[in-house]
């Protein structure tokens, strides 16, 4: 069976050339044909013959397949890629001036079983490989290349699509990686954003091993009962020793903690919770983004109105917490935060 191109970092690559007694030269020219250059099609005239025959017999430049493809009216598109195994995720593109943010999937379902999650609901069925994270990219970018040329570049990325990030940290750390490298994509650090429900044994890892990425924490509520009812995680990783973790992280000027804050309507935007947001970000360097919630079929919760959202950001304001409401894009083709499901 074939390796995924995709699943080797820069010096991986020049390994498995040297072990195969081909010159290492190859893997930064295959990284910049496949990476910067963004070429799909084989690179065949910069590399040795006994290279590309080598190619051809061990490895593979297959992208996930498109499965199904829904576009809304402000541009965002969501994409359902199958994978080889016949498994599906979802990926989204979101426009912002002639570029696109990407949001990708890291696992398919997710076993955090948030309740306000759409994905949540689908339990996990398996962590997805490094190479079908960075393909998912790949393949979203030859659709705009093709599709809409006219400002087709994908700056951002948010891990913000299906799974928890950190539960499949080593395929995610491995797709940063990739993404960062200076000889392929070389996507800027603060462009890169991983977001987590607060699973703990993957934020315990971040400092050492995660490169220079943002982190997105997923607040939601500070109040025990109701954050253990949207992250059922929180019973186990109590929020104030995920504060604490996230607390221990380096920042700098460009590498900041965004704090995530879904609102439902009646449930997490009375004063008390203000209060309590309030307390546990006090003295923090705190951004903290609103995200009214984004229906899916059976879901109990209550998007709030554009007004309701305003109020409680008010209450924010009144406390000192830097804040904005994220009224996200796509939730008409259910591509919003918390609404994606690989199952439909
Ligand atoms: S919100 Fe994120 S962590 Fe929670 S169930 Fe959904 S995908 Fe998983």
Redo the contacts with the bound molecule.
Sequence with gaps: MRSSFYQFTLSELQKLLQDNGLPTAGASRLYNWHYKKRRFESCEAELAKATREFLVQKISFDLPVIDSIQKSEDRTVKFLFRLQDGKKVETVILPSNRKYSICLSSQVG?A???SF?H??LQGLERHLETHEIVSQLLAAQKWLTENRPEGDKIETIVFMG???PLHNFDSVRKACEIFLSQNGLSMAKDKITIST?GYLPGLERWKNEMPDVNIAL?LHAIDPQKRSEL?PINTKFPVEKVLDLVNQIPKNKKRFVIYEYLLARGFNDTTEDANLLGEALKGKKAFVNIIPFNPFPGTKYERPSVEEAEAFKAKLDDRGLVSLIRFTKGHEILAAC?QLNSKG
């Design positions: 997710c955090m079983k948030c999650c994905t949540g299906q799974g928890e429900a997923s992250i918390g």
